[in-house]
């Protein structure tokens, strides 16, 4: 495996791995004006021309086939993706939620046409089971989000840049617990952290990407407008299913 040394701030400092350089370019510790070296160059080069042959060159390596859904670090420091921000997170999660409504409602119109005694209880346990199964599986999987997520080009990955397993995905669904918390300052220290991290985040070690760049004018738009409409509607419903249920 090569070793690379770097000259940042007029010292040759090394030696690092590939992952090390990427790792401290997208965290500012190094520039990618800073010139790299490898044994038997006789002259450094900037490390921005290196990093798309250093991302593809290093990942078959370093990670099992089938892991990566970023093309490694190289991809945020050349600007291809970012760290998600609070409201287009909020967006794709409001999405999440008008799509579980949903699942709650035909769960419930289901027990109601079998005029099942089943109580309202059982009704929001099925519907907690769907939450759990909807956020780990999809997360866990190829494309590494929910369908909400999806719709704005965000990826869910663990802090190594890497797809998460089914249970890291069932960490970070319960942490949202905690999140939500205290009324949800786990959520409103996401825009604050170094990688935009929420608190279950922080708890999972994962990280959200936005591979699609899109105005924020949008996501707020479909915040403050478009979502909560359809949420009242659906919400609306199931609290005139759960006075049947109760009858």
């Known amino acids: 495996m090569p070793h690379f040394w770097v000259t940042h701030d007029g010292q040759r400092r090394g030696p690092y791995q590939e992952a090390d350089i990427l790792e401290a370019v997208e965290l500012g510790t190094m520039r990618p004006t800073d010139l ?7 002259e450094g080069v900037p490390i921005a021309d290196v990093l798309p ?8 390596r370093t990670r099992p086939p ?11 420091v050349l600007g291809n993706a970012a760290y998600a921000g609070f409201w287009v997170r909020l967006a794709a999660f409001l999405v999440d939620a008008l799509i579980l409504a949903a699942v709650m409602l035909v769960i419930g119109v289901g027990f109601l046409a079998t005029r099942s005694s089943v109580a309202m209880e059982v009704v929001l346990a099925l519907g907690l089971a769907a939450s759990w199964f909807y956020f780990s599986f999809m997360e ?11 719709a704005f080009g965000l990826q869910v990955l663990s802090d190594r840049m890497e797809r998460i397993s089914f249970p890291r995905a069932t960490v970070r669904w319960a942490a949202r617990a905690l999140s939500a918390a205290v009324l949800a300052i786990g959520y409103l220290i996401q825009p604050f952290t170094a990688r935009k991290q929420a608190l279950h985040d922080l708890v999972a070690r994962t990280v959200v990407l936005s591979r699609v760049p899109r105005p924020r004018a949008l996501s707020v738009g479909i915040v403050l407008c478009v979502v909560p409409l359809l949420l009242g509607a659906l919400t609306g419903a199931l609290v005139k299913l759960a006075e049947l249920l109760r009858q």
């Open 140 to 150: 866990s999987g190829p494309s590494g989000g929910t369908l909400g997520k999806r």
């Open 53 to 60: 042959y250093m991302g593809a060159r290093s990942g078959p």
């Open 36 to 42: 790299l070296w490898v044994d038997g160059m006789r």
């Open 66 to 76: 089938g892991t990566k859904i970023v093309d490694d670090l190289a991809e945020l």
